[in-house]
């Protein structure tokens, strides 16, 4: 598969402490264990010039005081909270200046953030997806990529998971119904 740089970005999900390192409260050793294949990836797109976006999954400790139904800290305990060092990128994937960051508070990282305004203005239309967990912040915003027109590729050997049955059912259905699944090895970031 190949991607034109201009129009590509590379969106890495939640690859934060409290996911990703084992001192983390929803720490995932399938998380863990793609931080390397996903540093790969970050440097081959660096290289060929891809905009890289990372997002961050932060949450204020009141967020979900005054909920009527939807309470993330219901269903997974409280994490990643706003300023601590679960929240934070795991230190194997620096941000650079060039770099954007998405701050999100729920699974979907175009949901009441500037992502969408931000890819459009710059004409990007292909995004490469990647990063943690499979089955919820990896899939919703990768259909919400979708239906908002965008092309959503997700590289499966580089998406975190609690349990491998929730990766194989998230990339099928991701194939399935609003995008492409791809290896890393198989992506080229070159013009056609």
Not at 17 to 46: K, M, Q, W, Y
Not at 114 to 122: F, I, K, S, T
């Amino acid at each position: 598969m190949r991607l034109e740089p201009a129009t590509t970005a590379l969106v890495v999900v939640d690859m934060q402490n409290g996911f990703c390192h084992p001192e983390g409260t929803l720490h995932a050793p399938g998380s863990e264990g793609v931080i390397e294949p996903v540093v790969d990836l970050v440097e081959r797109a660096r290289e060929a010039g891809v905009q890289v976006i990372f997002t961050r999954d932060v949450h204020p400790p009141e967020q979900f005081e005054e909920s009527y139904y939807y309470d993330e800290f219901e269903q997974w305990g409280e994490h990643v909270l706003e300023g601590s060092w679960e929240a934070e990128l795991v230190e194997e994937l620096p941000v650079e200046p060039e770099d954007h960051v998405v701050e999100k508070h729920t699974y979907d990282a175009f949901y009441n953030t500037e992502l969408e305004g931000w890819l459009n203005a710059r004409g990007i239309r292909d995004l490469v997806i990647c990063g943690t967990l499979a089955n919820v912040c990896v899939l919703h915003t990768g259909g919400s990529a979708g239906l908002r027109d965008f092309r959503p590729i997700l590289v499966e050997d580089c998406i975190g998971y609690v349990d491998p049955d929730h990766r194989e059912y998230a990339l099928e259905h991701a194939e399935w119904l609003f995008g492409e699944v791809v290896e890393s090895d198989a992506l080229a970031f070159d013009a056609a």
